[in-house]
């Protein structure tokens, strides 16, 4: 058995900060607050890390001490500014954009769509698109059904589909369009 020592947690867990802290950025759209998101998990992470099995999925384990540290700060925001949040059908019907479509695609357009989603979409698209955990570790990381992950990840797309759509026909690429029903 090894030793759980400072270098061998760095080995393991700090190799995987900057993707945290991109993750982290994207779900709480604040870089205090996604600094404070990444300190908090690597802290459990020390303090967990003896029961951690070396030579498993090390990014996986962190990223589901991400995702419940990230649960417990939107509770926390939750309940100090008692905001209620909307339905997700209604919550998409209200975020129809009327903004004139720009020339060219940039990584502005398509990070503003994926901020746009509900956290509970944006959190799976970024676990299964930006950092290509397969379903079942999407599932185990949210601690959510296999079912839940899918049915997410598909509306997410749609959703991202539609926000895109204008974008992508201004390149001329009509199958990315997304007929939006009235």
């Known amino acids: 058995m090894t030793e759980i020592t400072p270098e061998v947690f760095e080995n393991e867990a700090m190799q995987h900060i ?54 417990h700060y939107r509770r926390k925001k939750y309940t100090q500014s008692k905001y209620v949040q909307e339905a997700d059908e209604l919550v998409f019907e209200l975020s129809a954009s009327t903004q004139p479509v720009p020339e060219n695609l940039t990584d502005r357009e398509v990070i503003a769509a994926l901020e746009k989603l509900p956290e509970h979409y944006r959190s799976v698209v970024l676990l299964a698109d930006l950092h290509e955990f397969d379903y079942k570790e999407v599932a185990q990381i949210l601690e959510i059904p296999i079912g839940t992950v899918m049915s997410r990840l598909s509306r997410a797309r749609t959703q991202l589909k539609k926000s895109l759509a204008g974008v992508a026909g201004g390149y001329g690429i009509r199958s990315a369009q997304v007929s939006v029903a009235a």
């Open 18 to 71: 900057n993707d945290l802290y991109r993750t982290a950025m994207r779900l709480t759209m604040n870089k205090t607050d996604a600094d404070d998101l990444v300190q908090e998990t690597y802290m459990q992470a020390w303090r967990s890390f003896d029961r951690y099995e070396l030579g498993t999925n090390c990014r996986a384990w962190l990223y589901k001490i991400l995702f419940n540290k990230f649960d």
